[in-house]
């Protein structure tokens, strides 16, 4: 199998039936069990770009590929016998805005295996803790599993959030600015979660920060107004861009 | 020293308090009219649920129908005034008194029981309708359908329907529900608007209506209250946060399943608010439910004489507003007056204790759902 887990072709995407196009034609291969940060102005498209990937733009109705493919374990993910709810399934995705549903913290974690149709308890019990394990959580909820996941501090429901997305087992999981509305201790330990997360899940980040970006990726793309402008590995990037631009944005000049 | 923040006392400060005594009065006119009428209705009607002997409640109040009520004097000038039943056991018991001046007077004796039922019966049945066709309505609305100009269309023409005069709906309910809905009968009426055989049974499928009936009356009333609920359960359904439905997608769900398990159970405390909007305008209705569903004399209560489910949702039945239409119409007497007030107290307690059940529903689950 190719090692490169997703692989775009020429993407592009538009809002508004193909009148305008936000990604224009994006080419980039994203590797296996690696960290690829996505990094750019705001605006630049980053996050329609991640919501491609699980097809999450599905939902708005005016929302249309225009050119190009993405292909996931090499099956092109718009092909008509695709399904968006399957694929979702092995493309899990983390909202920049922490968004647990107002149940109780066992309650969220078994929330994908259920609609799956799991009802073994032992099973769901199973998948709880491997997950709030997974994602450094258990710990801290052992005792309080019933109670309501809203009662948590913000980075506790940030790395909630996680633990349901890999609860179902993705092979991809999707991450739209996870730190962006936390706290700097909380953040810090949502990247020691990512870069834990990094042996067993191919994982997309979306970020602002290039510290970040530099912290936990592999790999780094830049884009601009919806075009990729460099892609590389993340010391690269940072240290030694080949375009103009790229060293702009990163030195702060503009952006 | 000179105070720099010296009180004024100009036109300015005038003008100030003019306009916050219009805002006062205004809001006291209000106030004194929910006054007026609550405490009219009470003190007035109240006295009519108790008696001054034992067992000082008036089960009769509760317990009957409306009936005629028979005033009479007798040959001393005593008066007398009880329902017609009471009245042919007392002529049979007192051969030695000699009746004068016998008035009878409709549905003023008697209890509240049958309109009572009647009426509940008919929110009940029309909640039940129209909470389920409103929420499935407001489903599609706000979940399914995209943002089209067939879809604008079809908001504009809820909202259009929620202006209607209950009139109209009253006799839309007749026209179709009374006259001209499907029944399966073995005999159907020449009045049928077109009738058929039942696949291989002896029996017809007969579009003849299903008569002044319960079921007539509470489909019009949930025709009538359907744009409320729809519009009020589609805001509610919008106000569910975007985040509960991407992140339940994101998850591998179907659009059902996110409905089911992510948006619909956090919109039910705004539903139950609906609901109430809703029960408060069905119960009051008098235009619909005089044309569909109602009979003034009514001798059986809706649980008697019927067979079967069928029989006991086509039977008439009676209810408060227009028990309260008919005493309305009698010039105030004292012998009509306690059926009046407290007919009206009875219904002012119904309708505020539905509405009050659905308020404390909706605060349990709201203070259980949070976000
Ligand atoms: N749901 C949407 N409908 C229409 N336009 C959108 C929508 N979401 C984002 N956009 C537009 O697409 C562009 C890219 O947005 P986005 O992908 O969110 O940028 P980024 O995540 O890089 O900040 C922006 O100009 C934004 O206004
Ligand atoms: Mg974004």
Redesign the pocket.
Known sequence: MNSQLIQLNDLGFS??QGKTE?IKGVSLDIPEKQVTA?I????????????CLNRM?DL?D??KITRGSIKILGQDIHASDVDAIELRKHVGMVFQKYNPFPKSIYENVAYGLRIQGIKNKDVLDEAVERSLKGSALWDEVKDRLKTSALGLSGGQQQRLCIARTIAVQPKVILM??PCSALDPIATAKVEELITELREQYTIVI?T?SMQQASRVSDRTAF?YL?ELIEYDKTNTIFQNPSQKHTEDYISGRFG | MDNPFQKQLGWKQKKESIYLWVFRLCTYTIIAAALFIFSDIFIKGVPTFFKSEAPYVNTEFFTESPQILSVWHDQNGQEYSMSQKNYEQWVVAHPEKEIVDLHNLTASGGGILGPLVGTALLVFICMVIALFIGVSAAIYLSEYCGKGKLMSTIRLSILNLAGVPSIVFALFGLGVFCWLAPVITDVPKDSAAFFCRWFWTNSYLSFQGWGTSLLAGSCTLAIMVLPVIITACEESLRAVPKGFREASFALGATQWQTIRKSVLPFAVPGILTASVLGITRVAGETAPIMLTATMTEKSNLPWEQVEGPWSFLTQSVQALPFHIYTLAKFPESEHVKPMQYGSIAAFLILVMSFALLSVILRNRLRNKLKW
């Open positions: 809002y508004d936000t996505f750019g102005p705001s605006g630049c498209g980053k996050s329609t770009l991640l919501r733009n708005i005016t929302a739209d600015e979306v602002h884009f919806g």
